[in-house]
């Protein structure tokens, strides 16, 4: 029953994702082989083994199933952060405040629902000049509309919950 409600239903094909601008486990799920921890490597991300699940069809089976795989891959990944870590304590001097560097810079990770940007002016102080946050909720909502498109209202639940959205997020 599982399987029949939910395939099929909220269909995203990898073009409509690019058109809207979704990532994570969305985009995967529509066949694309795209995580910013492999794509463009940071915080050391290139020294750990772990897959990137897609999916076929990006409807909302797959988008399900895409999740499931990744939860396992992050503790692939944290299994082999935790056999890296050196006997002994763990000490680091962290300032209180920190000021970022004068010019802008803009640095996305791989959040567990998309692209978690952000786009920082600063003129050297403690406050930045500007920050804007690009949200993987905010922009994944908006490919809604296209999923919903000829369903039942029943599915619009089944399809907004494999979107994983935080209201909060996509309120600001």
Known sequence: ??????????????????????????LR???????LRK???YSGYEQYDFEIPTGKNGDTYDR?????????QSV?????????IPDGPIMA??????????GEVYLSTEAAK???????????????YRVRVRPPSFVNLQAVEKMAHGALVADIVAIIG???IVLGEVDR
Do not use: H
Not at 64 to 70: C, G, H, P, T
Not at 93 to 102: D, L, Q
């Open 1 to 26: 029953m599982w399987v029949g409600r939910l395939t099929g239903v909220g269909v995203l094909t990898a073009e409509d994702c690019k058109q809207y601008g979704v990532t994570g486990p969305m």
């Open 29 to 35: 799920a529509a066949g694309v082989k795209w995580d």
């Open 39 to 41: 794509a463009q490597p």
């Open 64 to 72: 399900y199933l895409v999740r499931l795989q990744e939860m396992r």
């Open 76 to 84: 692939r990944i944290m299994r082999q952060a935790v056999d890296r």
């Open 93 to 102: 001097k962290v300032p209180k405040v920190i000021k970022p560097p004068v």
């Open 114 to 128: 998309g692209e978690l940007g952000y786009y920082i002016v600063s003129d050297g102080s403690t406050q930045p």
């Open 162 to 164: 494999t979107i994983d």
